[in-house]
């Protein structure tokens, strides 16, 4: 996206005083509080040039998309798709490439040559494993770039083995989360995420900018998302 910010043809275009403050280029959150409302979406984009998806969270408009589009249940934000996006915020205990490596295996069975058992043979088995085995990979290397973008905060990669006796041994004499209750708090801390901002390899500009995500009473909506945050 080139930088086409332009403070005098953006104002004429809306109608309002070159004389007015705040500037869309000075100061794009002020501007988009009071503004936001009036701005076509193939203008509102051009923000994007000028603010992140975490400094835009303070305008209530913006957060109150992002809040709509994840009651919608997108496919981005599901568990599935987002444990292999962001698996490094996965805390769950399960082998790596589980999902991955049972979508291969359903493949070779049901459409590899049409599931005939004479063709198949062992390939789902050995299809899945390869794919299992490969997002293990994806995610080791994932960790050991995190650890080294970490700086001084380096810390030896251990083996998974090692990893799951200590997480047994650091739960000892406690009540240990079950596997749904692991579930739903990693989907709302993508939810979270989402909404603050936080999340990276993500389309903001698709929801920020969208008004189809408007609600007709954004305060009710707003004032939901608070108080379920702080149940």
Same mark, same amino acid.
């Given at each position: 996206?080139?930088?086409?910010?332009?403070?005098?043809?953006?104002?004429?275009?809306?109608?309002?005083?070159?004389?007015?403050? &705040?500037? &869309?280029?000075?100061? &794009?959150?002020?501007?988009?509080?009071? !503004?936001? !409302?009036?701005? /076509?979406?193939?203008?509102?984009? @051009?923000? $994007?040039?000028?603010?992140? &998806?975490?400094?835009?969270?303070?305008?209530? *408009?913006?957060?109150?998309?992002?809040?709509?589009?994840?009651?919608?249940?997108?496919?981005?934000?599901?568990?599935?798709?987002?444990?292999?996006?962001? /698996?490094?915020?996965?805390?769950?205990?399960?082998?790596?490439?589980?999902?991955?490596?049972?979508?291969?295996?359903?493949?070779?069975?049901?459409?590899?040559?049409?599931? $005939?058992?004479? !063709?198949?043979?062992?390939?789902?088995?050995?299809?899945?494993?390869?794919?299992?085995?490969?997002?293990?990979?994806?995610?080791?290397? @994932?960790?050991?770039?995190?650890?080294?973008?970490?700086?001084?905060?380096?810390?030896?990669?251990?083996?998974?083995?090692?990893?799951?006796?200590?997480?047994?041994?650091?739960?000892?004499?406690?009540?240990?989360?079950?596997?749904?209750?692991?579930? *739903?708090?990693?989907?709302?801390?993508?939810?979270?995420?989402?909404?603050?901002?936080?999340?990276?390899?993500?389309?903001?500009?698709?929801?920020?900018?969208?008004?189809?995500?408007?609600?007709?009473?954004?305060?009710?909506?707003?004032?939901?998302?608070?108080?379920?945050? $702080?149940?």
């Amino acid at each position: 996206m080139q930088d086409n910010f332009d403070d005098i043809a953006l104002l004429n275009y809306m109608g309002i005083s070159q004389n007015s403050t &705040p500037l &869309p280029s000075s100061d &794009p959150i002020s501007f988009l509080k009071e !503004h936001i !409302h009036q701005l /076509p979406p193939n203008l509102a984009v @051009l923000f $994007s040039l000028k603010t992140t &998806p975490q400094q835009r969270t303070v305008i209530p *408009a913006i957060r109150n998309r992002r809040l709509k589009f994840t009651t919608l249940n997108p496919r981005e934000l599901s568990f599935v798709a987002a444990k292999s996006t962001w /698996p490094l915020l996965w805390q769950g205990r399960e082998r790596r490439g589980q999902e991955e490596a049972k979508a291969e295996r359903e493949w070779a069975q049901k459409d590899f040559l049409k599931g $005939s058992k004479q !063709h198949v043979g062992k390939l789902g088995t050995l299809l899945g494993d390869y794919e299992e085995e490969r997002e293990a990979e994806r995610v080791r290397v @994932l960790r050991r770039e995190n650890i080294n973008n970490a700086g001084d905060d380096f810390v030896p990669e251990e083996d998974e083995s090692e990893s799951d006796e200590e997480d047994n041994s650091a739960t000892t004499g406690q009540e240990e989360e079950s596997a749904e209750e692991a579930k *739903a708090s990693f989907e709302r801390l993508i939810r979270e995420r989402f909404i603050y901002g936080l999340l990276e390899g993500i389309d903001y500009d698709s929801v920020d900018w969208n008004e189809q995500y408007d609600e007709e009473d954004e305060r009710d909506i707003e004032d939901r998302w608070f108080n379920e945050d $702080s149940d």
